[in-house]
């Protein structure tokens, strides 16, 4: 018999960004725009979703003919220099220095790292609100996660029940369903790696055991390509995951105010620390282990 835990709150969740709305604020990127935009743009925006940093040639593969046009194309060029200066200047940054624990605190700091992270298969539905560039949005989110073989299927809809986004992840990533906005590129990759990231493991045996310049608890586990996860665990009962990209340039960042128990936290927020930002905070209406 399954076992369920409803929340009593969360139930009369509203979309409060139609897909149509959405469509219209985000249609410049992903679909048709709703008033006339330099061609510039459309190949700026083609480029743009979740941060992957894009040559700037395509800024000036299209030149717009007009005055206003070539405006709009100066600004998006200057946004894009500073984007990648700060992109640059993260990777200088590098990963932060550990300072050395007591061997018998690395038990108990390990099993603080590993309280956050799903043990068995679940079906979660979380109330999400989405900012992206450009809009936000809020819908409910259902995901089922089998953290034994990390596989996983994501669906995102509206509360009556309509589906924007629906995908499964595990060996090979498949998309079952993507509407505007959310049919980007990359948005189903990311949308994947988001996931991963905060809901399993990233191993038994990290690569370090330390503390910040704080005094938090961190685990540091290394990962193929170059890639490194922190999982920082405060004595408060808040817990921070990072990821640093192989250049060591922070990625991505999940945040979780409080813990009390382990397993699946009753809100998280997720963000997107590259450029464009984008965040995803999600808050816990319903478990059902399977």
């Known amino acids: 018999m399954n076992e369920r835990h409803r ?10 960004l139609s897909l149509r709305q959405a469509q219209g604020r985000l249609g410049v990127c992903h679909g048709e725009p709703v008033e006339p935009r330099p061609s510039c743009l459309r190949t700026f925006c083609g480029a743009v979703p979740f941060g992957r940093l894009y040559s700037a040639l395509c800024m000036v593969r299209q030149l717009p003919k007009s005055a206003a046009a070539q405006r709009h194309c100066n600004t998006l060029g200057f946004f894009f220099l500073v984007a990648v200066l700060l992109s640059v200047l993260a990777g200088c940054a590098g990963l932060p220095t ?3 624990m007591d061997a018998y605190q690395e038990s108990a700091a390990l099993s603080a790292c590993q309280r956050p992270f799903l043990t068995e298969k679940v079906r979660l539905v979380h109330e999400m609100n989405v900012v992206m560039p450009g809009g936000e949005g809020q819908a409910i989110g259902v995901l089922r996660a089998d953290p034994a073989s990390r596989s996983l299927q994501s669906i995102l809809m509206t509360v009556e029940g309509l589906v924007l986004f629906d995908i499964e992840a595990g060996e090979t990533l498949t998309v079952h369903r993507a509407v505007p906005p959310f049919d980007a590129p990359a948005f189903a990759a990311q949308m994947a790696m988001d996931i991963s990231l905060a809901f399993f493991s990233p191993g038994t045996r990290p690569a370090a055991i330390g503390r910040e310049a704080e005094g938090t608890a961190v685990c540091r586990f290394a990962r193929p390509g170059g890639e490194f996860v922190d999982v920082l665990a405060a004595e408060n009962g808040a817990l921070e995951i990072r990821l640093y990209g192989a250049g060591q340039e922070l990625r991505k960042k999940v945040s979780i105010p409080h813990l009390a ?17 984008y965040s995803l905070h999600l808050r816990l209406i319903e478990v059902e282990k399977e």
């Open 7 to 16: 929340k009593k709150s969360g139930c009369g969740v509203v979309l409060r």
């Open 98 to 100: 550990l300072k050395p």
């Open 261 to 277: 128990r382990s397993g699946p936290a009753e809100e998280l927020e997720i963000r997107g620390a590259t450029w464009p930002s």
